[in-house]
């Protein structure tokens, strides 16, 4: 790869327009071989657009390949050049699209639900709650997403103490997760858990109790100590338990108003 780069010339113009036209043609095609079979098998749409967003790099067997059509004279050297420099801009570009993959993947969301309403000026909101309304059936302990523990922590009620189940209410983005809680019971609304409106909205009475098992090197787009603050802003009594990494990260959650 190294060898690659110093085969490099100086860039003209034309070899320029046509690597941004290589990398814009990629990018989409990614959302054609990627996301739609991912789509199409059952994966949840957030997830098969984060992972769309994370494969949008060229890969370095695209550099071997057409390393070895100019060897054999299939290609001329012009467009291996053109490869090495999409190969280059992708790879500055896309850590940073990787880092914000749950961001752009909400700006997407929010671009197509204005295109289906046709209300441009409206924001979409990511909960079924928002729009019905408050919800009378309020419950004790709410469950900021459904990982492992939660799932654990259910499962747990279920065998031992399923009378419990009823006094629990998850918020979790994805539907088919929520539908499977329902018939088991449990009260479920579909949305982002940062959505200060969905909290507010998701039931009439506040929580005695707020909980987010899911540590911060699996939330997309939020931190622990982020929905402390979110919780405490709609329910300022209410007790809030978060996942620490560390004993460091633990004070900044106590110091942020966790219980």
Not at 175 to 194: F, P, Q
Request: aromatic share 8%; hydrophobic share 45%; charged share 20%.
């Amino acid at each position: 790869f190294a060898g690659m780069g110093m085969m490099l010339p100086w860039p003209t113009w034309g070899n320029f327009g046509a690597s941004i036209a290589m990398c814009v043609i990629l990018c989409l095609v990614r959302w054609i071989g990627v996301f739609a079979p991912l789509v199409i098998f059952g994966c949840v749409p957030r997830f098969a657009a984060m992972t769309t967003i994370n494969l949008s790099q060229v890969g370095e067997v695209a550099l071997v390949i057409t390393s070895l059509g100019v060897a054999h004279k299939h290609i001329d050297t012009e467009t291996l050049e053109v490869v090495i420099m999409a190969f280059t801009f992708m790879s500055i570009v896309t850590p940073k699209m990787i880092k914000e993959s749950f961001w752009l993947y909400k700006m997407g969301a929010k671009l197509i639900a204005k295109w289906r309403e046709g209300s441009p000026g409206e924001d979409m909101k990511f909960s079924d709650a928002a729009a019905a309304g408050k919800d009378d059936d309020d419950r004790e302990i709410m469950l900021l997403g459904f990982h492992k523990v939660a799932y654990m922590l259910a499962a747990e009620f279920m065998a031992k103490t399923p009378e419990l189940l009823k006094t629990i209410h998850v918020i979790d983005y994805n539907k088919k997760v929520c539908e499977k809680l329902r018939a088991a019971g449990i009260k479920c609304t579909t949305g982002d858990i940062t959505d200060h409106e969905l909290l507010e909205n998701s039931q009439r009475n506040p929580p005695r109790i707020v909980i987010s098992t899911i540590p911060d090197a699996v939330l997309q787009g939020t931190t622990n100590e982020q929905l402390v603050r979110i919780v405490k802003g709609v329910f300022p009594n209410t007790r809030v338990i978060v996942t620490a990494g560390d004993p460091h990260q633990a004070k900044l959650l106590y110091k942020a108003g966790a219980d």
